[in-house]
Every structure is written in structure tokens, then in C-alpha cells.
């Protein structure tokens, strides 16, 4: 089984910029593609980045183009978010999840996911 566990959520003034990291245990990261997902208040998740397995192929969600920057470290088992200029609706909590390989927008094809951290965007 593959545990992952998401930390640095946190309360930002907007504009401001935080970084998560999903920190993976059980398994080596290697063979998965990590997502990262957010679900605000009263809306649906939606997938914002993804990056493969072994860092070739990357995809943003349009809204955080150039603003959020995935990465991945398969030596410390960890991805992170790096999310810049931060805006109210980024507003959400969220989620890292895995699946084999390669990426994927279907939310329904991550097979382990993490509890989530919270991201507060508030002056």
C-alpha cells in the first residue's frame, strides 16, 4: 500500500505564495504519477497539476498556469506545489493522489490519495 500525507497548508494573504508537499511511505514514488486536486467549499474537486512518474510530463489546470509549479524529489518520496500569487478562489483543500505511470484528468483513476491540507487565502 502507498500512503501519501500532504503538509504545509496555511492561512496567505493574497498575492502571497505557499508551497505543499505530499510525502509518499510503503512504496518508492517512482512508479506513480502524482495529481494534486482541490476541493473548495460547496464545489466539486478538481484535478490543478499532475506530474509522471519520473518528472517527463507535466499539466497545469488553465486557472493556475503560471502561477503553480509541480515537482517531485522520487529520492525523498515527496512532490510539492509550489503555488505563487495566490488568489481567493485558490481558496481549498488539497489533495495528492496516485496512480501507476502516467497521468490522468480522471479523478477516478488515482488509486491512493492523501487526507489533504487545508489553503486559506484570506487578508
Known amino acids: 500500500q502507498l500512503q501519501l500525507v500532504e503538509s504545509g497548508g496555511g492561512t496567505v494573504q493574497p498575492g502571497g505564495s505557499l508551497s505543499i508537499s505530499c510525502v509518499a511511505s510503503g512504496r518508492t514514488l517512482d512508479n506513480f504519477a502524482i495529481g494534486w486536486f482541490r476541493q473548495a467549499p460547496g464545489k466539486e474537486r478538481e484535478g490543478i497539476s499532475c506530474?509522471?512518474?519520473?518528472?517527463?510530463?507535466?499539466t497545469y489546470l488553465e486557472s493556475v498556469k503560471g502561477r503553480f509549479t509541480i515537482s517531485r524529489d522520487n529520492g525523498k518520496n515527496t512532490v510539492y506545489l509550489q503555488m505563487n500569487n495566490l488568489k481567493p478562489e485558490d481558496e481549498a483543500i488539497y489533495y495528492c493522489?496516485?496512480?501507476?505511470?502516467?497521468?490522468?484528468?480522471?479523478?477516478?483513476?488515482?488509486?491512493?490519495w492523501g487526507q489533504g491540507t487545508q489553503v486559506t487565502v484570506s487578508s
Open positions: 493522489a496516485a496512480r501507476r505511470n502516467y497521468c490522468s484528468g480522471r479523478e477516478f483513476e488515482y488509486t491512493y
Open positions: 506530474i509522471s512518474r519520473l518528472g517527463g510530463k507535466i
